[in-house]
Structure formats: structure tokens, C-alpha cells
């Protein structure tokens, strides 16, 4: 018999990984919220029965497995009422999906609980997607030796990936995945507010920029970033990349500031790959840096 489930928190992560736990047969006893119409409608969506629905932290008892789908500056505060308020049997596991967290914010003193740390490397924009995406998912687990036991059969019931990380790197590893997943989202919010500057309606801007941004995933998943990367810095191309300073100077001042910080690193990339020389690399710095470089009559053309 598996391990009953209390859900704190049913909000987009809390929902996804819950549906799936719930298809793998893990019963679900306790759906908890403090608005409890959204506990109704949490489980509607992970088809357990409305019964499970409540707004009592108490319940939280009724399960040997507690998810606390909570946001991250609430995790060792709820952690902490549980603990106090609640009777928590041996062997009870709490987990919590935080990539920042390390296990023992919930409670390190405690060494009967099953304490981990499950952080699926996926953006919760829709629970229904998140569902489906969870399927192969890479997840990193955390936490004491029963939490990481603990962490191996969700993933085998989630039908996710596993890989191990120390507490002491999360910070670094949620930094990680905040540039490569919320600042990607970033850059494209940038590029299409630069394309609606040329005319183009905010939609059709995103459309037409699809095609280009899954051919560049696809080639640096495929290449590498020191081989994916294309264009005009690593071309050595600096008539071009003057002319997008003058551009960025007419219009924005944080958007010339953006294209400078990323065009620095793209020249330490660019470099590390030795697609630039020293010398190519240091005459790009600087323009990039002063932005004042005459374009010539040859670059105008091109």
C-alpha cells in the first residue's frame, strides 16, 4: 500500500505532481488551502474525491506523505506549524519543491521524518501541461538519507529523471535555472518589444520569432553552447554590432544596456570556443563597451 498524501498548497506544482502521484496510486487524503473553493477545485483536477477538500492544517495528519506546495519564504513557517500542531508518526515524509530550500528548513531537528527536497527543472506556467511534462522530467532531490529514498520512489511514480544535489549548491542551481528558464522568457519579451517598435503587432512578433529561438535550442542542446552560437560578435562582424548600438541608443537605454552586458558575455564565450582571437575579442570589448564606432561606408551596404 503506498503512502497516503496531505497536499498543502494546491496551486499549479502542488496540482501537477499530486495527478501524477495520485495516477500512480498514491491516495490522496487531504487537499489543503486556506480558501477551500480552490481546494474543491484542486482536486476536480487531480481526481481524487472532493471529501479530501479542506481548509484544517490538521488533516495534514492524515497522511504519511505531507507535500508542502508552498512558496518558498512559507516553507519552514508551515513546516513548523506542522510540526507543532500536528501529530507526526515515524517514518512521516515531508517534502517540498523548492529549487532554493535545502530538506532541513522543514525541520532538521527531527530525525524520525523523511525530510526531501523534490525540485522538478520545469516552469508550472499551466498545471495541465506541467502534468504531461513531468513524464522524463529531470528533478533534483535533497535531503536526509530517508528523504532520498523517499525522493527515488516519487520519481519512479512520477515517471520523471533523478540527479543528486548537496544542499550547499541549490542557490547556484536555482540561479542556473532562473537564467536558462525566467530570463530566456525575459530576452524574448525584450526582442519582440524591439520588433514593435519596427511596426510589428505584439503576437505576430512572437510568431515570426518562434522558428528562430527553437532552431537556436535545438542547435546549442545539439552542439553545445561554444558551437551553437551564431551570429555577428562571433563573426567578428563589428560594423554590425556597431550598428545595433546606434540603433538601441535612439530608442532605449536599458534595452543598449541588456545588448551590452550580453554582448560581453557572448565575447567570453565566443572566445573560450576560439572562434575569436585575443585581439578580435579585446577590439569588440571595446566598442561594445563605448558604443561610438564609425560605421563604414562598406558595413552601411551589408
Do not use: W
Not at 8 to 30: D, H, M, N
Not at 51 to 59: H, K, N, P, V
Not at 125 to 136: K, N, P
Not at 195 to 222: F, K, M, W, Y
Amino acid at each position: 500500500m503506498k503512502q497516503a498524501i496531505a497536499l498543502i498548497g494546491p496551486g499549479k506544482v502542488g496540482c501537477a505532481i499530486s495527478k501524477r502521484l495520485f495516477r500512480a496510486g498514491y491516495p490522496i487524503t487531504a487537499v489543503i488551502s486556506r480558501d477551500h473553493q480552490r481546494s474543491l477545485t484542486a482536486c476536480a483536477f487531480i481526481g481524487c474525491s472532493t471529501q479530501a477538500a479542506t481548509t484544517d492544517l490538521q488533516m495534514a495528519g492524515a497522511g504519511q506523505l505531507i507535500l508542502l506546495a508552498v512558496p518558498d519564504n512559507a516553507i519552514a513557517t508551515v513546516a513548523s506549524r506542522i510540526m507543532t500542531q500536528v501529530g507526526l508518526g515515524k517514518g512521516t515524509g515531508l517534502v517540498h519543491f523548492s529549487g532554493l530550500h535545502p530538506a532541513a528548513i522543514m525541520g532538521s531537528q527531527n530525525p524520525d521524518l523523511a525530510l526531501l527536497s523534490l525540485h522538478p527543472l520545469l516552469p508550472f506556467a499551466d498545471s495541465g501541461q506541467a502534468f504531461t511534462r513531468l513524464l522524463g522530467c529531470p528533478c533534483a532531490l535533497e535531503g536526509n538519507s530517508s528523504g532520498v529514498a523517499l525522493g527515488k520512489e516519487l520519481i519512479a511514480a512520477l515517471g520523471a529523471t533523478a540527479f543528486m544535489l548537496s544542499a550547499e549548491h541549490k542557490a547556484l542551481y536555482h540561479a542556473a535555472a532562473s537564467l536558462a528558464s525566467n530570463y530566456l522568457v525575459t530576452l524574448l519579451g525584450s526582442a519582440r518589444d524591439l520588433l514593435v517598435r519596427c511596426g510589428i503587432d505584439h503576437q505576430e512578433a512572437l510568431r515570426i520569432l518562434g522558428p528562430l529561438l527553437q532552431a537556436t535550442l535545438s542547435n546549442t542542446l545539439l552542439l553545445g553552447p561554444e558551437q551553437g552560437l551564431t551570429g555577428p560578435i562571433v563573426r567578428n562582424d563589428d560594423g554590425t554590432v556597431s550598428a545595433h548600438l546606434a540603433a538601441l541608443r535612439q530608442v532605449s537605454h536599458d534595452q543598449l544596456e541588456l545588448y551590452r552586458v550580453l554582448g560581453q558575455r557572448t565575447l567570453q564565450l565566443a572566445l573560450s570556443a576560439d572562434r575569436l582571437t585575443q585581439e578580435q575579442a579585446d577590439s569588440l570589448a571595446a566598442l561594445i563597451a563605448g558604443g561610438k564606432k564609425i560605421l563604414s561606408n562598406e558595413s552601411i551596404e551589408q
